[in-house]
């Protein structure tokens, strides 16, 4: 069974950055696609980032591109979030997951479980 691990969210102020990652376990990572999902509360969890297995291409939402960063390191069966200025839009939980091709914000993750996901406050 495959599991994934999130972690680096926190408190963070408005303009500031964070680094998430997420380990993958029990699975081939290097062949999925991957994707980091964001939930806010009450809301559903939706794609906002996501990279090919193939060559890295990257795919971002339109609210995200120019300020956030996805890659992954094969080697470390692991993908990566950078954010950079981050806008005040309270707390969400951010959660990765493999998805199919082709990417769209409504893309649904194609493994059978999530992780615990990790916490991302943003303040004024």
């Known amino acids: 069974q495959v599991q994934l691990v999130e972690s680096g969210g926190g408190l963070v102020q408005a303009g500031g950055s964070l680094r998430l990652s997420c380990a993958c376990s029990?699975?081939?990572?290097?062949?999925?696609?991957m994707g980091w999902f964001r939930r806010a509360p009450g809301k559903e969890r939706d794609l906002v980032a996501a990279?090919?297995?193939?060559?890295?291409?990257?795919y971002y939402v339109d609210s995200v591109k120019g300020r956030f960063t996805i890659s992954r390191d094969n080697d470390k069966n692991t993908v990566y979030r950078q954010m950079n200025s981050l806008k005040h839009e309270g707390k969400a939980g951010y959660y990765c997951?493999?998805?199919?091709?082709?990417?769209?914000?409504?893309?649904?993750?194609?493994?059978?479980?999530w992780g615990q996901g990790t916490q991302v406050t943003v303040s004024t």
């Open positions: 990279i090919t297995w193939t060559d890295g291409k990257p």
């Open positions: 997951n493999a998805v199919w091709w082709a990417f769209s914000a409504t893309s649904k993750g194609s493994l059978g479980s």
């Open positions: 029990g699975g081939t990572f290097s062949v999925y696609h």
